[in-house]
């Protein structure tokens, strides 16, 4: 299921539609680092990322096509979750992971938002994608598993 952001309204269904994502520059130097410095890296893709995020504020959608109801326009959907095509759907989702994230102890560089440093990892977020490097590869794989456990993912 798909919302129809272009439904909404700024100041009263969304304040904020814009979501940082790593900027190339920082991608290309990291992954030299990690080779120069023999680092492990692990790439992650969230499934369904958007939909694990919270909504800031009440949001209704019409039934979708193929709902079947006696008068569909009598009823309308309340959404639980982020969804996407909402148009603060990635806003959404970039403030759930980035909490999730300094929650492991990362903090933003200053550079660049959506570079998360740790005193033995780097983290880039792209979106819905992550890329991780350590020394260690114990260290990316308790990310990963911390931030399932603390429902973060």
């Given at each position: 299921?798909?919302?129809?952001?272009?439904?909404?309204?700024?100041?009263?269904?969304?304040?904020?539609?814009?979501?940082?994502?790593?900027?190339?520059?920082?991608?290309?130097?990291?992954?030299?680092?990690?080779i120069?410095h023999?680092?492990?890296?692990?790439?992650?893709?969230f499934v369904l990322?958007?939909?694990?995020?919270?909504?800031?504020r009440?949001v209704?959608?019409?039934?979708?096509?193929?709902?079947?109801?006696?008068?569909?326009?009598?009823?309308?959907?309340k959404?639980?979750?982020?969804?996407?095509?909402?148009?603060?759907?990635?806003?959404?989702?970039?403030n759930?992971?980035?909490?999730?994230?300094?929650?492991?102890?990362?903090?933003?560089?200053?550079?660049?938002?959506?570079?998360?440093?740790?005193?033995?990892?780097?983290?880039l977020l792209?979106?819905d994608?992550?890329?991780?490097?350590s020394?260690?590869?114990?260290?990316?794989?308790?990310?990963?598993?911390?931030?399932?456990?603390?429902?973060?993912?």
């Open positions: 299921m798909n919302a129809h952001g272009g439904m909404q309204r700024w100041g009263i269904d969304y304040w904020e539609t814009y979501a940082p994502f790593v900027n190339w520059i920082s991608v290309r130097l990291m992954l030299a680092l990690s120069a023999g680092l492990k890296t692990k790439s992650i893709d990322a958007f939909p694990q995020a919270e909504l800031e009440d209704f959608m019409e039934l979708p096509y193929g709902f079947s109801c006696e008068n569909k326009r009598n009823y309308v959907l959404l639980k979750k982020n969804l996407y095509g909402l148009c603060d759907a990635s806003y959404n989702w970039f759930k992971i980035t909490q999730g994230l300094e929650s492991e102890g990362f903090v933003k560089s200053e550079i660049d938002q959506c570079v998360f440093l740790h005193k033995d990892c780097i983290v792209y979106v994608d992550m890329i991780a490097m020394k260690d590869d114990k260290v990316l794989e308790d990310i990963v598993t911390n931030l399932k456990r603390k429902n973060y993912i």
